[in-house]
């Protein structure tokens, strides 16, 4: 079965740190770009990072300077470095393929897997 895991969320202070990760199962990242979302309660979902297959980069202008998106070797893992944490970033974190290994972020439905989601919580 072929799915996405997300890990690495919980609860910080403002100026903090988290590492998300972004794991397929049953498949790798050949050739597939990911991209990260997020949900604010009460918001809709917005795209804040993508990474393609050769290591091509887009951040959102919300997190650009702050976050780091990278891919392992392996072809298996996504990550997504996430620093200076604010209030605002507080979120629930979904990584998805993209099967065009596309820079930047498109239409949800053009995204093929995703995750079950990982929470973010910046707070005092």
């Known amino acids: 079965q072929m799915h996405l895991v997300e890990s690495g969320g919980g609860k910080v202070q403002p100026g903090g740190s988290l590492r998300l990760s972004c794991a397929a199962s049953g498949f790798t990242l050949d050739y597939t770009g990911v991209a990260w979302f997020r949900q604010a309660p009460g918001k809709e979902r917005e795209g804040v990072s993508s990474?393609?297959?050769?290591?091509?980069?887009y951040y959102s202008e919300s997190v650009k300077g702050r976050f780091s998106i990278s891919r392992d070797d392996e072809k298996i893992r996504v990550y997504l470095q996430m620093n200076n944490l604010k209030p605002e970033d507080t979120a629930v974190y979904y990584c998805?393929?993209?099967?065009?290994?596309?820079?930047?972020?498109?239409?949800?439905?053009?995204?093929?897997?995703w995750g079950q989601g990982t929470q973010v919580t910046v707070a005092s």
């Open positions: 998805a393929t993209d099967p065009r290994d596309r820079v930047g972020i498109y239409d949800e439905g053009d995204y093929d897997y």
């Open positions: 990474i393609t297959y050769d290591g091509s980069t």
